[in-house]
C-alpha cells in the first residue's frame, strides 16, 4: 500500500505542472503610431493617443524602426525625427518614468516616413 503514495504524488505534481503550462500566453496586439529613435530609446506615440509607449524587444524587431527614424533624421538633417509604424507585440506595465505602458515588440509590420491622415496626433 505504501508503494502506490508515491506514485499518487508523483501524479498530482504532473497534474500541477501541467496546469501551470497551460496559462494563456499575454494577447499580441498592433499598435499604429509615430515611432522615434532617440538617444538609445525607442518610442511610440499611437495614433489618437497623446500617452507613448516605451518600446522594447529582440533585435530583429527593433532594428527596422530605428534604421528608418535614423534615416529620416539624417534625410531632413534633424535628430529624432518620427516615422509611422505599426508595430505588432504585448503591452505591458512600464517602469520608464513618464511612460504607463511598454509594447513589446515582436514585429515592425509597416514603415513609412509620413503618418496616414487616418493617424492623427493625440
Known amino acids: 500500500m505504501n508503494a502506490a503514495r508515491p506514485l499518487l504524488l508523483v501524479a498530482g505534481l504532473a497534474a500541477t505542472t501541467t496546469a501551470c503550462a497551460t496559462t ?7 499598435v499604429r503610431g509615430q515611432y522615434v529613435y532617440m538617444d538609445g530609446s525607442h518610442v511610440l506615440r499611437p495614433c489618437g493617443n497623446a500617452t507613448a509607449l516605451w518600446v522594447v524587444g529582440d533585435e530583429d524587431a527593433l532594428e527596422p524602426l530605428r534604421t528608418r527614424s535614423t534615416a529620416k533624421s539624417m ?18 506595465p ?23 491622415e487616418t493617424c492623427a496626433a493625440g
Do not use: F, H, I, M
Open 24 to 30: 494563456p500566453p499575454a494577447p499580441t496586439t498592433t
Open 75 to 92: 534625410a531632413v538633417g534633424l535628430p529624432n525625427q518620427g516615422v509611422y509604424a505599426e508595430v505588432s507585440g504585448v503591452l505591458e
Open 94 to 116: 512600464s517602469d520608464a518614468v513618464g511612460y504607463p505602458q511598454k509594447l513589446r515588440a515582436t514585429a515592425a509590420d509597416r514603415l513609412s516616413d509620413t503618418l496616414p
